[in-house]
């Protein structure tokens, strides 16, 4: 718990929040500003700032919860599919730095794109074997 985390705030209950779920490490809740019918952030109760900071357990149980609240999003709202995804980090639109999940229900015609929408930049595509080289090396 850190006091000065908004999440923190959420999950301990100081702040009011639209809990949907939770078990002993994970917390879920909507978001106050949904994309769309359903919008639900999944948190690990632990602060995290960041993604890369999480165990494999932690990641384990954060990706469990949010497999189990699309299957219930998808059923509740009529949704055909989602997005499923994690701003990690401000350069990626984080805004609370506590690492969270977002589950955005979709459906067709609702007007909206793919994860590659997010952002899209002017990338050598003629040198993919360098590109996949450079990241082996550094796993
Ligand atoms: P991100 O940009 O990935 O850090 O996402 C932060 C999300 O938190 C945004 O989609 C906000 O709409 C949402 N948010 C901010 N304050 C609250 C709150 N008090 N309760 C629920 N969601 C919130
Ligand atoms: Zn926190």
């Known amino acids: 718990m850190r006091e000065d985390c908004l999440f923190c705030r959420l ?10 779920y939770e078990d002993a ?19 690990p109760k632990k602060h995290f700032e960041s993604f890369t ?4 357990e932690d990641v384990a149980a954060l990706f469990e919860a949010a497999r189990k609240i699309t299957l219930a ?11 499923i995804g994690i ?13 969270h999940v ?4 979709r459906k067709k015609g609702d007007g909206g794109r793919g994860i590659k929408s997010v952002v899209w930049t002017e990338t ?3 040198d993919l074997e360098n590109m996949a080289e450079k990241l082996k090396k550094a796993l």
Not at 25 to 43: C, K, M, V, Y
Not at 73 to 83: P, R, T, V, W, Y
């Open 53 to 56: 900071e999480l165990g494999a």
């Open 73 to 83: 999003l998808e059923k509740a709202f009529s949704a055909e599919g989602s997005n």
């Open 124 to 126: 050598d595509r003629t």
């Open 11 to 20: 999950i301990s209950g100081e702040l009011a929040s639209y809990k949907v």
């Open 25 to 43: 490490s994970i917390f879920a809740f909507l978001d106050i500003n949904p994309a769309s019918e359903g919008h639900t952030l999944i948190a």
């Open 102 to 105: 977002h589950v955005i229900p």
């Open 87 to 99: 701003n990690n980090g401000e350069v990626a639109g984080q805004e609370v730095p506590h690492v």
